[in-house]
Every structure is written in structure tokens, then in C-alpha cells.
């Protein structure tokens, strides 16, 4: 079975941490994404990568980076937490090419306190 | 922008009522996922669609590429299908789109 793992699934972190979510895959996928999940906005796209190295912001990269080194992990960083960063952050992963099916972490909800 | 629009929002249902979710697309895209979230947030794929119709138990997804348009279908609805849907959108840039989900309520 194809995983794609989180870190961790629940994080609680002071406001002005450096804040790492990680996201491993175990299928040599090509692509890779990190989403918030807020009430009422539902899935938004933060940054997505299609290589390794290689990232393109999506809708809301505002207080975000991220870092694909490997091409099985993707991680996103928050470099200054802050309260409005309070959210559910799911990583997803797929192939490159035709249709493809897209596999998801299970969900990291941060708390920023 | 690229956008994926879902409807109805919000719907409840009687155990045994047959459902639709719809989902549409403003661009060509070469494929489309149905997900299932429960609460506690994890995510599970239901379909991936790039035409045509699938079909797992009593569900059934749906694709119109022409009309940009997929539906999601319950039949026989029970209790246990209560989960927000949400319909994915996979561009030909590799980039991922959401519609905002729907939120099923099966009630007994």
C-alpha cells in the first residue's frame, strides 16, 4: 500500500517557534503538496512540489516555505508561528504523468499558542 | 483562477435515500478524485476519475468531461456515510484543486 506519512498528528507551539511539519512518501512520486483545512475554506493549496529542489507556490504561501531535498519528503516550515496559523495541514502525493490517483497524510492539526 | 465549485454544502438525509454530490471545474483537467474525510480529519480516496463512470458498492462516480461537471452517488444511505465529500481536481500543471466539501448527514 502507498503511505504517506505526517510527523505528527497533533502539534501545539508558541507563537514565534520555527515550526517543521513533515511529510514522507513511499512511492518514488514525483509530486507533492501541502494544504490547510480552515472551517467555511476548505482545502487550500500552500505550496506544492513536482521535483525534487523544485516548489511552486499555490494560493496562500504567505509565512510559509517549504524544503524537498529528497524526493520522498516534503516539508513545510513555518518559520515565525503565528495564532492565524492555527489549522489542519495535510500532505498529499502523486505521480507526474496521466491520471493519477493523489494519496494523503493523514492530517497534522496545529495549535498555535 | 482555476476553481471547483461543490453543491449542495450541507445535506441531510434519512437512512435509505439515494444522494448526489456535484462537483464543477472551470478547465480542463486530466484527472478527478471523490474523497472521504470522517472526523478526526484523515482522508480517504474514493474515486479517481479521468471519464466515464465507477462504481464501488453503493457508491457511483460520474465524469462529463465536455460539460466539466462529476457527481457522486450514495445509494441506500446509511448512518456510517456521514463524512464531508470533497471532489479534487488534478490540472495538466500537476497542480491539485478542492471544492470546499459537502457535509453528509445520514440520519437513522
Known amino acids: 500500500d502507498v503511505k504517506v506519512t505526517q510527523s505528527s498528528r497533533y502539534l501545539v507551539k508558541r507563537t514565534g517557534e520555527k515550526v517543521f511539519l513533515e511529510c514522507v512518501q513511499d512511492?518514488?512520486?514525483?509530486?507533492m503538496f501541502w494544504y490547510r483545512q480552515d472551517p467555511g475554506l476548505g482545502l487550500r493549496l500552500i505550496y506544492f512540489?513536482?521535483?525534487?529542489?523544485?516548489?511552486e507556490k499555490g494560493d496562500i504561501p504567505e509565512g510559509y516555505s517549504v524544503s524537498r531535498e529528497k524526493k520522498e519528503r516534503f516539508s513545510l516550515i513555518l518559520e515565525s508561528a503565528s495564532t492565524n496559523q492555527t489549522s489542519m495541514y495535510l500532505c498529499a502525493s502523486c505521480y507526474s504523468t496521466g491520471a493519477v490517483e493523489a494519496f494523503f497524510g493523514q492530517g497534522t492539526r496545529l495549535t498555535v499558542v | 483562477k482555476n476553481e471547483v465549485e461543490q453543491s449542495p454544502q450541507n445535506l441531510t438525509a434519512q437512512e435509505g435515500e439515494f444522494i448526489t454530490i456535484n462537483c464543477s471545474y472551470s478547465v480542463g483537467i486530466s484527472a478527478l478524485h471523490w474523497l472521504q474525510q470522517h472526523p478526526g480529519g484523515g482522508i480517504v480516496s474514493l474515486f479517481m476519475l479521468s471519464s466515464g463512470k465507477k462504481k464501488h458498492g453503493r457508491l457511483i462516480a460520474t465524469i462529463n468531461i465536455q460539460e466539466k461537471h462529476s457527481s457522486l452517488h450514495i445509494t441506500a444511505s446509511h448512518p456510517r456515510d456521514s463524512a464531508v465529500y470533497i471532489c479534487a481536481v488534478m490540472y495538466n500543471n500537476n497542480d491539485m484543486r478542492f471544492g470546499a466539501g459537502t457535509r453528509l448527514t445520514v440520519k437513522p
Open positions: 512540489s513536482y521535483d525534487v529542489k523544485m516548489k
Open positions: 512511492m518514488d512520486h514525483e509530486n
